[in-house]
Structure formats: structure tokens, C-alpha cells
């Protein structure tokens, strides 16, 4: 019995045989031919590929060894990846090259389904001494498939996993990302070589999702819009609305967020190759009824090879007076060549989405397949966010142990993970890394009282005697402090960090 990662990105156990990709030349021929990059050349000895590709734009040639190894399992621990380089030593090849691992659930998995795995080229290693590279784990091939990239330090050694459209950033980036300290890496969308024009960060409340969005376009030409049931087309296009012309009101058409996106994006695109990136950052993206404010705009969501729109639609009568007019384009333009609206390439949407957020507008399959969609986990080892849950009588619990727990509970009655809770559901990071009794009440308390247990039967929300308890036994005098201590203690099992014997380690 041992585990593995399955293609719905969850960790299963498994009895199975050993996976390998079956058709390792064509899988890496694949690996070099995204984006605007293209294999020209592959041959092997052995584990030992030589690869040349190309930039189809810039028509640069590179070539790089690639020291293959399929990313197996240990015996000896059921959790934990090796690889093995079968006698090669990458350190005596004088041309550039990369220790790559590779992981499949499936002899014939897709590219898009795979994982990889890059180890530094460690001039105190002997390799062909030392045939098994280790320090990878089931968990971080699950993180790299959520995050795009992920590291964790091995013994002095950084190993880094990520998902194929990350290779050449992987390859650019090589010294940097063994030898920073960073655990978690995130890629701006620019940096992949397949760039990501429609995206939509997903995942459980309080995961860091408007964060990894805010990472994307931080310091570039950015709009932002957040969603909500009443928000519609013209709320997102422009329509005519009364204004002052001098002491008269006159009906004119008034663009808003993605008229206004729109004419910015298409006023600076230089040319197909040398684009400056404009982003319309969508907040609560889900809120909001998406088929009634996108309108046929949604057809616009189709990128070709070169991000450019596939399909043009038609301009609304209104829209296109204002494209043609001083305000807009000021004549004929590419943007509304026709009377038709076309996205250029440099015009980028991010947006974000609460799965626990039951939303009176779900997304139709075809406004959802014209999305990439990135999943954003709950980090239960993030060290920023190790915050302490501080009780009024003067018992404290670790903020991320309590996450561990109760996301188990939450799964365990609802069947779900979408209402499970982040470890940025609440912020502490200005408060001395404590969250007080008050705060986590009035936002944990009542988020799982009111979001997810409600309808549930054998909650935590049950006294000691068995009766169902309510919201408003949390604030009836001299109960909170005995209710919520026996909540995490009883109810969860968790330990008051005051009394918790201290963690020793013996000298190996």
C-alpha cells in the first residue's frame, strides 16, 4: 500500500503497479514545443537526453541536457518519491543542463496530467555512487499541481515540483529557485511559456486568492471589479446615463470598467510581439450573474495561439458610436474594425472565486471551459500565517493545528471541501499573530454556525449534556469563555498550547 496523486489532484492510496511514461521521447518532445518554443531536436543515452528547441519568435536557438528519471516510490516510507539516474553523473556535462523527474498516475497520461521534478546538480554528489535522488514527497507533487510550483528543502538541497507549462520558467529561473529560501513559488502568468490570458483563481474562503491575483498584476495597468447580483451588462460595458451639459442634462453613453480596459489595451498593443499587458481584475467573479453581464462578449473569451480573440462579435449601436468617437479610437481601429469587437492580446482577465459562496447565477459550461482555472489550497504549513487563538480565560491553541481539525469535521459531515476555511480567513499579522477570543466568535464561530453546520446533525455544536447549542448561547454572560474552550478541547481534541509538553529531539 503507498500513495499516490490521481488526475483530480487528490491523494489516493494504491496497490497498483509502478507507473512509467511509455513514450518518453514524445512526452519531452511535447514538454519543449509549448507556447511560442518548439523542438527541433531530441536523442538519448540512456537516461541522458540532449534537447534543442527553439523560439519561434525570436527564432533563438538553445539546447539542454535533460537528466531523465521517473519519479517512483520509496519502500520504505509510503508517502515519500525517489528517482534514479541509473550510473550518469550530470556533473561532468559541460553543457547546460537539468535533473528532471517525472511523475505519472498513468502509463499514458497527457502532458497536461503530469508532474515534474527539479534537483539542483549538487557538485559534492556522487551520483553514480548514490543511484536514488530523494527528498520528494506525494505532498509536494499535490502542492505543484495546485500551485504551479512548489519547493521544500531536502538536507541543504531545495527540490522543486511543478506542473509542464512551467519548464522554461523552471529553466530560467534554475539558480534562483534552489537557492532562495522561499517554500512557495509563484510564477507571474507572464513568466509561463504558455501565457495565461483568462484565469480564475478558485478555492475555499480565506486561501490568499485576491492575494495571488493581486501578485499578477501588481504594478501593472490594472482595473478592478468586484461582482454582485445586481451588477450587470451595462454596469460592466456602459450605456447612456444623464449628464450635465452646462446648466442642461443631456443622455450620453458612459463607458465603464471594460469599455474603458478595452480602449487602453488596444490604444498601447505596438504589435503582435511587443505588447504592453493591461489587466481587468475580477473580484467575486461568481457573485454575479456572468451570463447577463458578459453578454455575447463571452465569445471574446476564445484566445487564438496569439491571445488575440478567435471570434469577433458584433458591437452594440451605442458601443460602437463610442469606439468610433474622439473618446474611444477616434476613427476606424482594429478594436472596432467593422463594427466588430475583437480582445487583443495584451488585454488580460484575472478573477477570483469562493466555492463556499452559493451563488443564485451559476456558470454555464461554456462560460467556464474559456477560463484556465488554478486552484488555490489551504496551506495548513504556512509560517505567516501561524497564528495563536487566545481565550479570555487564558488558553491559547495554534490557529493552523485548529484549521487541520475542524477542515477534517467539515469535510467528514458536509462531503465537501468547498466551505472548508483558509488559513487567511482571518488576518493576524497586525495584531501580534493573536486572535482573540472576540474575533474568532464573531468570525469563525458564526461563519461555522451559520454556513456550514446549520442544517447538519452531530456538529460541534453540542453541549456537554448533548443539547443542540445556538449562536446567541456564544454571548449569554459567563458562558463564551467555557463554550468556546470546550468546543477546541472536547469537541476537536485540541491541547492548550500552555500545557503542551515541549517537542524534543535526539542527537542522531
Request: contains cysteine; aromatic residues 12%; charged residues 25%.
Amino acid at each position: 500500500m503507498r500513495y499516490e496523486l490521481n488526475l483530480e489532484s487528490q491523494i489516493v492510496q494504491y496497490n497498483g503497479a509502478v507507473q512509467s511514461i511509455a513514450d518518453k521521447k514524445a512526452i519531452l518532445t511535447q514538454l519543449f514545443s509549448q507556447g511560442v518554443y518548439e523542438c527541433t531536436s531530441i536523442s538519448n543515452d540512456g537516461c541522458e537526453w540532449t534537447i534543442e528547441y527553439r523560439n519561434t519568435v525570436n527564432n533563438i536557438q538553445k539546447n539542454i541536457v535533460v537528466y531523465y528519471g521517473n519519479i517512483r516510490n520509496e519502500e520504505r516510507n509510503d508517502r515519500e518519491k525517489k528517482i534514479q539516474l541509473n550510473g550518469k553523473d550530470p556533473r561532468v556535462n559541460p553543457n547546460p543542463s537539468i535533473i528532471l523527474g517525472v511523475y505519472c498516475y498513468e502509463a499514458n497520461d497527457a502532458l497536461e496530467n503530469l508532474v515534474f521534478a527539479g534537483w539542483n546538480i549538487d557538485p559534492d554528489t556522487n551520483y553514480p555512487g548514490n543511484p536514488s535522488l530523494r527528498g520528494l514527497n506525494i505532498d509536494s507533487l499535490q502542492k505543484a499541481r495546485f500551485n504551479g510550483l512548489y519547493k521544500h528543502n531536502f538536507k541543504n538541497n531545495y527540490v522543486c515540483t511543478f506542473r509542464p507549462e512551467y519548464i522554461f520558467y523552471y529553466i530560467e529561473n534554475i539558480q534562483s529557485i534552489h537557492n532562495s529560501s522561499d517554500d512557495v513559488i509563484t510564477p507571474t502568468v507572464s513568466t509561463s511559456s504558455q501565457d495565461v490570458n483568462n484565469v480564475i483563481y478558485y478555492g475555499s474562503p480565506g486561501t490568499g486568492k485576491s492575494h495571488r491575483a493581486d501578485i499578477e498584476t501588481n504594478g501593472k495597468d490594472v482595473q478592478k471589479v468586484t461582482f454582485h447580483p445586481d451588477y450587470d451588462y451595462h454596469s460592466f460595458v456602459g450605456g447612456y446615463k444623464p449628464t450635465m451639459d452646462g446648466d442642461k442634462i443631456a443622455y450620453k453613453f458612459v463607458p465603464q470598467i471594460f469599455t474603458k480596459i478595452y480602449v487602453d489595451a488596444w490604444k498601447n498593443l505596438v504589435s503582435a510581439d511587443d505588447t504592453k499587458p493591461f489587466y481587468l481584475q475580477i473580484e467575486e467573479i461568481n457573485r454575479g450573474n456572468c451570463a447577463e453581464i458578459f453578454g455575447d462578449l463571452f465569445q471574446l473569451l476564445d484566445r487564438d495561439k496569439d491571445g488575440f480573440s478567435k471570434y469577433e462579435v458584433t458591437a452594440e449601436e451605442e458601443l460602437c458610436k463610442y469606439l468610433l468617437s474622439e473618446k474611444g479610437f477616434g476613427g476606424n481601429h482594429p478594436g472596432i474594425e467593422n463594427g466588430k469587437l475583437r480582445f487583443p492580446n495584451n488585454l488580460k482577465i484575472i478573477a477570483t472565486m469562493n466555492t463556499s459562496d452559493q451563488s443564485l447565477f451559476p456558470m454555464d459550461s461554456a462560460f467556464k471551459r474559456r477560463w484556465d482555472w488554478i486552484y488555490v489550497p489551504i496551506d495548513t504549513d504556512c509560517k505567516y500565517s501561524d497564528f495563536t487563538i487566545q481565550l479570555d480565560n487564558g488558553k491559547a491553541f495554534e490557529w493552523l493545528s485548529f484549521l487541520k481539525v475542524i477542515n477534517e469535521e467539515i469535510f467528514e459531515i458536509t462531503k465537501s471541501q468547498d466551505k472548508q476555511i483558509g488559513n487567511w480567513f482571518i488576518d493576524a499579522q497586525n495584531s501580534g499573530k493573536v486572535i482573540t477570543e472576540s474575533t474568532f466568535v464573531n468570525k469563525i464561530i458564526f461563519y461555522l454556525w451559520n454556513d456550514v453546520f446549520k442544517d447538519e446533525e452531530n456538529t460541534i455544536f453540542k453541549s456537554a449534556d448533548g443539547k443542540n447549542l445556538t449562536y446567541t448561547s456564544f454571548f449569554e454572560n459567563g458562558t463564551s469563555n467555557n463554550l468556546v474552550s470546550y468546543i477546541i478541547e472536547e469537541r476537536l481534541k485540541l491541547i492548550d498550547v500552555n500545557k503542551a509538553e515541549p517537542t524534543t529531539t535526539s542527537e542522531e
